[in-house]
Every structure is written in C-alpha cells, then in structure tokens.
C-alpha cells in the first residue's frame, strides 16, 4: 500500500522520468527517497500509484483471549480506461479483506470489491476509504487528538472498532521510503502506527460483544515492489509486550532465498533502530500445509536481526485465507505470538507460497 508537498509540475515530471510503464503505455508515480510526507494528507490515497494498501490487524483481549482481526483496503489503478470519459470507469479498483482468527474454532473470512466511485471511495486528504458499509476513517478529536474506525458487516462475522493512539507514526525505512530490493526504484512510501488502543464490538453467530485489545496499522503505497526475480514475502508487525514495536521482512524468491531483507525496531522509550539486509535471516521452523492448494507455509519462523532472535508461534495454523475478488489470491495472514530475547503478539503474513503473487 502518499500527497506531496512540491508542485504538480514536480510530481509530472516526476512521474515522467522515473515512473514504471504501466498497462497500454501507462506512466504511475514513482516512490523518491526525496519525499517527505505530511499529515494527515498522506494517510490519503496516492491514486498515481499503481497499488496502495491500508492495513489493521490487532490482537483482542475481549471478547476472548487471543482473538485476532484483519481488515484491509487494497487501491489498484490497473492501467486501463485512463482516457474514458466516465466518473465509473476502472480506472481505480478497490478491494478489501477482512478475517477474525478464533484459537479452537476456526478463521472466518470475508471479502469485497468494486471500482471507485461506483459503490466504493476513497479520499486523498486524509485516511478515508470505503466499499459500502465496509470502511477505515480517521477522525479528529480536538486538542490534538485522533483516533481510526474499522467497521465491516458479513452473514457470519462482523465487527465495529476504534483504535486510538498511544504513540507516534512510525516511518518505515529512510523517513517512510522503504526499500524492497536491490534496486533503488524497488521501493514503497510506507507508514505503521503500533500499539493502538482498540475498543468496540465483534458480532459471531448474531451476538454482539464488547471488544477490546491492540492493534496495528500500516498504509503502503508503490508502483513497483517486487523485481522479476522475487515471488513474494514474509512480514510481521508486533506490537511488544514492553510497549515497543517491531516490524521485519524480506522479499523471497521462487527457490525460498531472501531477495531483501529489512527490520526496524522501536524501543517503549520512543527510539528506532533500522537493521539492514546482511543483518537480517528468515528461517523457516515448522511449516503448515493447506488443504486448500498444497501451499507449505513457514507459520513458525525464526527471525534474527542484530542482537535479537525472535520466533513465531501462530494461535492457530490454519489462517490462510483463499479470496476471489476481484482475482484468486491465497495467503496466510494471522495472529502469532513472538518469544525469543522480545515477545509480543502481532501479524504474520506469507505471500507467494501458493503461487507468485502479482502486483
């Protein structure tokens, strides 16, 4: 899963020189080291970029222990209907996931899809983005203060949250450019804001109940993320049980060697320290297998970055989840547990397992 600060003659030209190629001679925006992002204009959507996401996941207390939530917003300009003189052409493409994991009982998920402005929207001012009744939205509260709503409806499964701050955004990368590859325009904008305080409702089998627990939430945005060589990825974002925070990845070929790596960590005191590739491993522990399509999934995974290593334990092995809309993706995104010289509790995501993800 950006609005800039320079004039739009910069960001044309910008987007001219350094931009991928898109579908049918389409130029997208392309990710400047040189960028500096402001607030909350640049929790908006960036629709010059080929994909953007937003992203809660999060880890509830209430109604039952352990109980984790996913809701995520995908933004993808395909490239097509660019000169259509329409308000409803698929020139920008929404959907969303959304999932509740239950240890004992099972992960249901849901989905959704649409073009904007045809049962779907999104802002560029600010964190606004919706299909139907399914949203993310960011309100401000006076002096100062802020908080994000999450809410989406399904036959099974729905739930009503708002997160609210108990620390700063947390720029990922060099002030938000993250680097994807070995190359420099392999890159993403990309902003994560741990240990946000999450109250509301979760509704199962027709009950409502009280919620409560923490959260995590990034917004990405790129044009090229993924080199020709690279498959997919391994990506967690815990939130510490002291109160700091960590975020680690790395990009994946087809043979399972790290293309890319990257850690950053946050200490409780407010202080990051980013870990470059050489310093650090993904190992894979224990793999799950889905009955699904036969994809091995390292759900256990141990990750050494500087001084620390860290493993993976998920509350429940079978958090794949297997969506069509608007194309067949199957990945595993799900709560785990983190023990090791940290520990905390926070997401996991394994993309590429099934089949090289396209983005």
Known sequence: MRRRSFLLSALLLGALRGAAAGDG??????????????????????????????????????????????????????????????????????????????????????????????????STADCDVHIGAWQIRRHDEGQGGESIRISMQDASFAFD???????????????????????????????????????????????REKAAGRAWFDHEWSSEVLGPDS??????????????????????????????????????????????????QFTPIRTWTSPRNGAHYPVELEIRFGPHTVQTSPVLDDQELSTHRPALINYWEGLVKVSGTLSGRGYLELTGYAGALKL
């Open 25 to 122: 001679g389409v130029r997208y925006a392309s990710v400047e080291r040189r960028t500096r992002l402001a607030f909350p204009r640049d929790h908006g959507a960036h629709p010059a970029f080929r994909t953007e996401w937003w992203y809660v996941t999060g880890a509830l207390d209430l109604p039952r222990p352990d109980m984790g939530f996913q809701l995520t917003f995908f933004r993808t300009r395909p490239g097509r209907a660019e000169d259509l003189d329409s308000p409803i052409a698929a020139r920008q493409i929404l959907f969303a996931h959304a999932a509740i994991t239950r240890p004992g009982a099972g992960l249901l998920h849901a989905e959704r899809a649409a073009r904007a402005n045809l049962g779907a929207g999104f």
């Open 161 to 207: 949250l708002v997160l609210k701050p108990a620390q700063p955004l947390m720029l990922q990368g060099d002030q938000g450019y993250s680097r994807k590859g070995p190359r420099p325009e392999l890159a993403s904008h990309y902003v994560s804001w741990p240990q946000l305080q999450v109250e509301g409702a979760v509704a199962l089998d027709g009950k």
């Open 231 to 280: 498959v997919g990825w391994d990506w967690v974002g815990i939130n510490l049980d002291d109160g700091g925070a960590l975020m680690a990845f790395r990009i994946r070929d087809a043979r399972g060697a790290s293309v890319y790596a990257h850690a950053a960590l946050r200490d409780r005191g407010g202080r990051t320290r980013q870990f470059d590739a050489g310093e650090v």
